[in-house]
């Protein structure tokens, strides 16, 4: 791992526990009992840390997304993709999970647009399969925003349920998660 990784694995840490506001660049060079100064040597500022961070992980949903928009299946074989996926980002990407969820209002400039339309694109994508589902029957005629907010809300939200009840098996996230959200508990 470089000194940058590093530094931005710490940052991390700290973000998810503090708040990227309540985090200063002495807070991350504490923790990792180093000059404040020497930080600079490595990245540019928090600023940086957080762009890296969330880019990262928006990238890897519009990734994953665009793999599922272009496969030939059902609309529910695409949320059941969805949900799988969202869950394997979430065990690999804790952090970053936290820092887009809480902290993506604090991005500036290019990397700020740049996750807004990735976000905004991924919503309406899942929307569209929703859409889908609907008019081919396969989901139950509800109101599309109700069941996109119901299952985002659900994801965006599993990282901090999955480390309180200690990081459960990832197979049965799946299967569980997956049956609970497109068939309900009924």
Same mark, same amino acid.
Not at 156 to 161: G, H, K
Not at 166 to 186: F, H, P, R, S
């Given at each position: 791992?470089?000194?940058?990784?590093?530094?931005?694995?710490?940052?991390? *840490?700290?973000?998810? $526990?503090?708040?990227? *506001?309540?985090?200063?660049?002495?807070?991350?060079?504490?923790?990792?009992?180093?000059?404040?100064?020497?930080?600079?040597?490595?990245?540019? #500022?928090?600023?940086?840390?957080?762009?890296?961070?969330?880019?990262?992980?928006?990238?890897?949903?519009?990734?994953?997304?665009?793999?599922?928009?272009?496969?030939?299946?059902?609309?529910? $074989?695409?949320? $059941?993709?969805?949900?799988?996926?969202?869950?394997?980002? +979430?065990?690999?990407?804790?952090?970053?999970?936290?820092? =887009?969820?809480?902290?993506?209002?604090? =991005?500036?400039?290019?990397?700020?647009?740049?996750?807004?339309?990735?976000?905004? $694109?991924?919503?309406?994508?899942?929307?569209?399969?929703?859409? +889908?589902?609907?008019?081919?029957? @396969?989901?139950?005629?509800?109101?599309?925003?109700?069941?996109?907010? *119901?299952?985002? *809300? +659900?994801?965006? @939200?599993?990282?901090?349920?999955?480390?309180?009840? #200690?990081?459960?098996?990832?197979?049965?996230?799946?299967?569980?998660?997956? @049956? @609970?959200?497109?068939?309900?508990?009924?």
């Amino acid at each position: 791992m470089t000194r940058k990784q590093e530094i931005i694995q710490v940052a991390a *840490s700290l973000f998810k $526990e503090k708040g990227y *506001s309540a985090v200063s660049m002495r807070d991350i060079a504490q923790a990792m009992n180093i000059k404040a100064a020497s930080l600079y040597n490595h990245i540019d #500022g928090k600023q940086e840390i957080l762009a890296t961070l969330i880019v990262e992980v928006a990238i890897e949903f519009t990734q994953a997304m665009n793999q599922v928009i272009s496969e030939r299946i059902s609309a529910i $074989e695409k949320i $059941e993709k969805i949900i799988g996926f969202h869950i394997d980002i +979430t065990v690999n990407y804790a952090e970053n999970i936290a820092a =887009l969820n809480n902290d993506w209002m604090h =991005l500036e400039g290019e990397e700020r647009n740049s996750v807004v339309k990735m976000r905004e $694109e991924y919503e309406e994508n899942f929307r569209s399969i929703i859409k +889908t589902g609907i008019k081919e029957g @396969t989901i139950k005629a509800h109101h599309p925003e109700v069941l996109l907010f *119901s299952i985002l *809300s +659900t994801l965006r @939200t599993l990282y901090l349920w999955n480390e309180k009840r #200690g990081k459960m098996d990832v197979n049965i996230l799946k299967k569980d998660m997956v @049956t @609970t959200l497109i068939y309900g508990i009924v």
